[in-house]
Nanobody
Framework: QVQLVESGGGLVQAGGSLRLSCAAS????????MGWFRQAPGKEREFVAI???????????DYADSVKGRFTISRDNAKNTLYLQMNSLKPEDTAVYYC???????????????????WGQGTQVTVSS
């Protein structure tokens, strides 16, 4: 399993931006499927974004409809770090954000919690109106 540690959460006004980071352990980080999920109070954890190795230096990336065009997932394999750039934040983006990893490749946004074997502890993002 991979050890994951998120950082970068905080309080921001609507329309603002935040960048989340997820530091990962492991020698094969570049081949791992990485994902971001979030969980708002009283709600189930939901998928946000995914990034999967698709060969060479190419990665598949996709997003939940609710964040498409506002959030960008990226990774720095030299630093074993995953990022989530969040722009044009809305109050409904308020949640605990979790980083997840798995050695299996997924090329779909229809992934579930159970598809990922490693999870971080989460970082709180609060967007005020």
């Amino acid at each position: 399993q991979v050890q994951l540690v998120e950082s970068g959460g905080g309080l921001v006004q609507a329309g603002g931006s935040l960048r989340l980071s997820c530091a990962a352990s492991g020698r094969t980080f570049s081949r791992y499927t990485m994902g971001w999920f979030r969980q708002a109070p009283g709600k189930e954890r939901e998928f946000v974004a995914i990034m999967s190795w698709s060969g060479g230096s190419t990665y598949y990336a996709d997003y939940a409809d609710s964040v498409k065009g506002r959030f960008t997932i990226s990774r720095d394999n030299a630093k074993n770090t995953l990022y989530l750039q969040m722009n044009s934040l809305k109050p409904e983006d308020t949640a605990v954000y979790y980083c997840a990893a798995d050695s299996k490749a997924y090329y779909t946004t229809k992934v579930r919690e159970a598809d990922f074997g490693s999870w971080g502890q989460g970082t709180q993002v609060t967007v005020s109106s």
